[in-house]
Nanobody
Framework: QVQLVESGGGLVQAGGSLRLSCAAS????????MGWYRQAPGKQRELVAG???????NYADSVKGRFTISRDNAKNTVYLQMNSLKPEDTAVYYC?????????WGQGTQVTVSS
């Protein structure tokens, strides 16, 4: 009965910013590391950023210094703040456990960055 619901995507010009949100059950957020993933057309899904239960973070080299992952356990929500967006960031963004579980993939949220 686990749901991961992403929101906050949209269309933005290069150099702009977006903040993505992901809500899930309290139990998941209390005991599991979480991650943001993305999948561009014709490409495999990749881990963009991860955050442990203790708040330790890691990032893909392609987004390091531009994206920030955070979590608010009171709201059972994980965020991805995306700054200085580039056209190559265009993808569907998903949240899941880190490492992911196949059964937990949701619909994702579309991020489109125009040049």
């Amino acid at each position: 009965q686990v749901q991961l619901v992403e929101s906050g995507g949209g269309l933005v010009q290069a150099g702009g910013s977006l903040r993505l949100s992901c809500a899930a059950s309290r139990s998941i957020f209390r005991i599991n590391a979480m991650g943001w993933y993305r999948q561009a057309p014709g490409k495999q899904r990749e881990l963009v950023a991860g955050i442990t239960t203790g708040g330790r973070t890691n990032y893909a080299d392609s987004v390091k210094g531009r994206f920030t992952i955070s979590r608010d356990n009171a709201k059972n929500t994980v965020y991805l703040q995306m700054n200085s967006l580039k056209p190559e960031d265009t993808a569907v963004y998903y949240c899941n456990l880190d490492p992911y579980l196949d059964a937990f993939w949701g619909q994702g949220t579309q991020v489109t960055v125009s040049s």
